[in-house]
């Protein structure tokens, strides 16, 4: 007969699961470089909004929360418990997306920090976006989205 209470699971194991997943997921935030940042940040976006536009969606929230520093982790996160309070994704400065001609570097910075610009369009119009970044403990973290096609300072809002 099988018995339909649950087994009892060794502390050891579930000790030694908890360190492996620790090991795996680690809870550092940020980036190895500025170049990583940059490129996981507008790949995911040029996924989603390259080519057709149709691609899959990707999670500003969890991005924002990996590479952002806290401050505009703030904001972003007001964003969507205050629907309008920015009103547009600002990784591609609008709320919808056809991107091409994604282009990324490093144009600045030295020592701890570092500028990444994206230079993409989107629907045919030109997008120059500036990451300002920090290196924190040996993360580096977005202090500041510039917008160089407008005015725009995500720490401003």
Known sequence: MTSLLPR??????????LIAAGASNPARAGGSDPKAVLDD???????MCGGNG????????????KYFVPAL????????????????DILIDGQ???TSDLKL?????GGSTSIGRAT???FGEER???????????????????????PFSLKAQ
């Open 96 to 98: 919808d997306c056809k």
């Open 54 to 65: 149709d691609g899959p969606a990707y999670d500003l929230d969890a991005l924002a929360k």
């Open 8 to 17: 009892r699971r060794s502390p050891l194991l579930m000790i030694a699961a």
């Open 41 to 47: 940040l507008f790949g995911q976006m040029n996924s």
């Open 105 to 109: 570097d490093i144009i600045g910075g």
């Open 73 to 88: 982790v703030k904001i972003i996160t007001r964003d969507y418990e205050q629907p309008g309070a920015l009103g547009f």
């Open 128 to 150: 120059v976006i500036d990451l300002l970044m920090t290196n924190a403990g040996g993360d580096w973290m977005v202090t500041d989205v510039v917008y160089r096609h407008r």
């Open 120 to 122: 993409f369009k989107n």
